[in-house]
């Protein structure tokens, strides 16, 4: 098998396993209410919990152009990064399952506030101007034996308003 297809297939593989088993609270509203007192069952680890001062932040207002071209923004804060980071957003708006990837941007874990901005194209389903849900995070490939693994910064998930470009 050529290399970069395994490369790929581990990449996706090790993304869906975090996606799978990541705590509730880190893809949870930020509205959304974390219970303190939640009994964790005795034979799951202790969820790795990134850095208080790492945040991502989506605008309220995305931008959808006449050919389905669809712009997201915000901010992020993220530090101590060993390998490549990126911001990546998705967007949904009938159904809760069913997410339209719009972009992805490399970041910068400095510590210090930055913007980001992604633009993507949706083909299979149209979106039209109102209520959306977006997810945004902060991901990073961290070195690991060799195979790159994600390390999730920060996410959030947030209800915006679609408005034509």
């Not at 790795?48 to 309220?60: K, L, N, Q, R, W």
């Not at 992604?118 to 101007?129: H, M, Q, R, Y």
């Amino acid at each position: 098998m050529p290399v970069r297809p395994a490369l790929a297939a581990a990449l996706g593989s090790a993304a869906l396993l975090c996606v799978a088993t990541a705590p509730a609270s880190a893809t949870a509203p930020a509205s959304a209410p974390t219970p303190a007192s939640a009994p964790t069952p005795a034979s799951a680890p202790a969820p790795a919990t990134a850095d208080p001062t790492e945040s991502v932040t989506v605008a309220a207002t995305g931008k959808l152009a006449d050919d389905g071209t669809v712009t997201l923004s915000g901010t992020y804060t993220c530090t101590d990064a060993t390998g490549p980071v990126f911001i990546s957003s998705s967007i949904s708006q009938d159904s809760p399952t069913f997410r339209h990837g719009i972009g992805g941007t490399q970041a910068v874990c400095d510590g210090a506030v930055h913007d980001w901005q992604n633009t993507g194209k949706v083909s299979s389903e149209k979106l039209a101007p109102g209520k959306a849900n977006v997810e945004a995070t902060v991901l990073e490939l961290r070195p690991s034996g060799g195979l790159p693994l994600p390390y999730f910064h920060a996410t959030r998930k947030q209800d915006i308003t679609l408005a034509k470009a």
